[in-house]
């Protein structure tokens, strides 16, 4: 259920009643203000806008609706909200103001997921950076990251058309200009094939609830460098072989990327180890005892 994409849940709660549906949500905050305070400008811009300030967004669907008040009737008459970390409750409460009935932690989860062996895009080591291509994901900052230390990178992920075609188009420039890889989109078997033969996983994302990525690359031995925002800070701790930075500062992403490229794979590592914790067959458990019991 995500907090920010208003048509996929205008009507969810009468929908639930009128088919006698349990109502269960776990709701998906992507925070953008300091995104757009850094002066990240274009398309998306007023989306954004549209998400952190209902004022400019009078209605969801004709006119009906306020975004932050539905969302919050949403979440005070839901059976049972699962939340990501413990925080969360708090940050839902501070942008609509909703007060759910019945709260769970319950950790996002990655599946078990059989890799594909795949012929390697690069000879020797590389950088990995899996995710969509567009500026709230930040490769353009990767990309400067990875030339400054003269590291080989690869990039999986979709370039969605008609949308950030500016920076569609620097992207493709730099890629090439570096000699850096760019292989679109990938099945998730072979996603996690790359991840077996990366060294360094990096998400210098802008906004991200966990980065599913991250925890699949750690998974499969990778050092990973990470943004500092959503909750895998929480879930996934100053563990060995995990490196954080913040999203807007380039020369402190250059620095935890060497700091993670020297410190390379380690298959049984401490980060590998923590990220078993969030596999599904170790998250399945909490999600059972959270989910309500026979109505009455």
């Known amino acids: 259920w995500n907090a920010q994409r208003a048509g996929d849940w205008a009507d969810l709660p009468e929908h639930a009643q009128k088919?006698?549906?349990?109502?269960?949500?776990?709701?998906?905050?992507?925070?953008?203000?300091?995104?757009?305070?850094?002066g990240r400008r274009g398309l998306d811009a007023v989306a954004a806008r549209l998400v952190t300030d209902p004022k400019r967004f009078a209605s969801l669907?004709?006119?009906?609706?306020?975004?932050?008040?539905?969302?919050?009737?949403?979440?005070?008459?839901?059976?049972?909200?699962?939340?990501?970390?413990?925080?969360?409750?708090?940050l839902v409460r501070t942008w609509c103001g909703a007060d759910a009935l019945r709260t769970?932690?319950?950790?996002?989860?990655?599946?078990?997921?059989?890799?594909?062996?795949?012929?390697?895009?690069?000879?020797?080591?590389?950088v990995l950076s899996v995710g969509r291509i567009e500026p709230l994901k930040n490769p353009l900052a990767v990309l400067?990251?990875?030339?400054?230390?003269?590291?080989?990178v690869v990039f999986v992920g979709s370039m969605v058309?008609?949308?950030?075609?500016?920076?569609?188009?620097?992207f493709r420039q730099n890629v090439k200009r570096q000699g850096a890889r760019w292989l679109g989109p990938l099945p998730a078997d072979k996603v996690r094939g790359l991840m077996r033969?990366?060294?360094?996983?990096?998400?210098?994302?802008?906004?991200?609830v966990l980065g599913r990525v991250t925890v699949e690359a750690a998974l499969e031995g990778?050092?990973?460098?990470?943004?500092?925002?959503?909750?895998?800070p929480a879930l996934l701790g100053e563990t060995e072989g995990a490196f954080w930075t913040a999203p807007g500062d380039e020369r402190a992403l250059t620095q935890a990327l060497a700091a993670a490229w020297a410190h390379g794979r380690r298959p049984d590592g401490p980060l590998a180890t923590r990220a078993t914790e969030l596999l599904w067959d170790a998250v399945a458990p909490a999600l059972l005892a959270a989910y309500p019991g026979p109505a009455g």
Request: charged share 25%.
């Open 61 to 90: 669907r004709a006119g009906r609706w306020d975004i932050a008040r539905r969302a919050r009737d949403v979440l005070s008459n839901a059976e049972v909200v699962l939340l990501a970390h413990q925080n969360e409750a708090a």
């Open 197 to 208: 033969r990366a060294r360094v996983h990096v998400l210098a994302s802008w906004t991200e």
């Open 144 to 152: 400067a990251a990875a030339r400054r230390l003269r590291l080989p």
């Open 104 to 126: 769970a932690v319950v950790p996002p989860a990655v599946p078990r997921i059989e890799a594909t062996p795949t012929k390697p895009p690069l000879q020797g080591d590389f």
């Open 19 to 38: 088919i006698g549906a349990r109502l269960v949500v776990t709701p998906l905050l992507h925070p953008t203000d300091e995104y757009h305070r850094a």
């Open 222 to 232: 990778c050092a990973t460098v990470s943004s500092r925002v959503g909750h895998a």
């Open 161 to 170: 058309r008609g949308r950030h075609m500016l920076h569609g188009r620097r």
